[in-house]
């Protein structure tokens, strides 16, 4: 079975520029989440989706990230324009259940210069 | 506000040696909590979770973690090191009703010959 995928590996951008994140769960996973860790601190929330609705997006940091879930597959997460300090890794989670076990990809390296 | 402390960002042992790592949760009432793994270049890889089942829960790879409510802890242990468990440790917690994990900031643990 293949688990939680993303894409791009990294990305290298300049400030004011727009990039796109994608993330595709694990096939059957209702739940998917987005998660980010800025500078070796915490990873920290951002939204959660059940199927194609957004259940909670409380850990969004502004209003220049925009989620989208179409068809309750696969989940972009789109940064625009993008500042320095959106610099850090985005993971990507999803669980088959709400409250299930949280899988995690291999995150997206975002570097805005 | 739920928070998650892990002592030390960096813990170095000898091959051999006995593994702890230090978490330390803030919650009035028992959530769920989980250890995850992260290896140089790979997602968050889950080693172990409590759920209120046993309060010594054991996971992959040798780990174990033991839930003591009184101390609201939930350390991490493993009674040899191997030089391969070199990674970065995350503990997280999750309230009950709600989704989104808690993390804490991360432990890098070092492994010596």
């Known amino acids: 079975e293949a688990g939680v995928t993303q894409f791009p590996s990294h990305s290298v951008i300049e400030k004011g520029q727009t990039v796109t994140l994608r993330c595709d769960p694990i096939?059957?996973?209702?739940?998917l989440y987005w998660y980010r860790r800025v500078m070796g601190k915490e990873i920290k929330f951002l939204l959660h989706f059940v199927k194609e609705s957004k259940q909670d997006e409380s850990g969004m940091p502004n209003n220049r990230f925009l989620a989208e879930r179409t068809g309750g597959t696969y989940s972009t997460l789109k940064v625009q324009p993008a500042e320095l300090e959106d610099s850090g890794v985005y993971f990507c989670?999803?669980?088959?259940?709400?409250?299930?076990?949280?899988?995690f990809g291999p995150g997206t390296r975002l570097t805005v210069l | 506000a739920q928070s998650v402390t892990q002592l030390g960002s960096h813990v170095s042992v000898s091959e051999g040696a006995l593994v702890l790592l230090r978490c330390n949760y803030s919650s009035s009432v028992p959530p769920y909590l989980f250890w995850y793994v992260q290896y140089p270049n790979q997602g968050l890889q889950l080693l172990l979770k409590?759920?209120?089942?046993?309060?010594l829960v054991k996971g992959i790879n040798g780990f174990e973690a033991e839930f003591k409510k009184s101390e609201t802890s939930f350390h991490l242990t493993k009674p040899s090191a191997h030089m391969s468990d070199a990674a970065e440790y995350f503990c997280?917690?999750?309230?009950?009703?709600?989704?989104?994990?808690?993390f804490g900031t991360g432990t890098r643990l070092l492994v010596s010959p």
């Open positions: 096939s059957g996973h209702d739940n």
């Open positions: 409590y759920t209120s089942a046993a309060t």
């Open positions: 997280a917690v999750r309230e009950t009703g709600f989704q989104k994990l808690v």
């Open positions: 989670a999803s669980s088959q259940d709400v409250g299930g076990t949280q899988y």
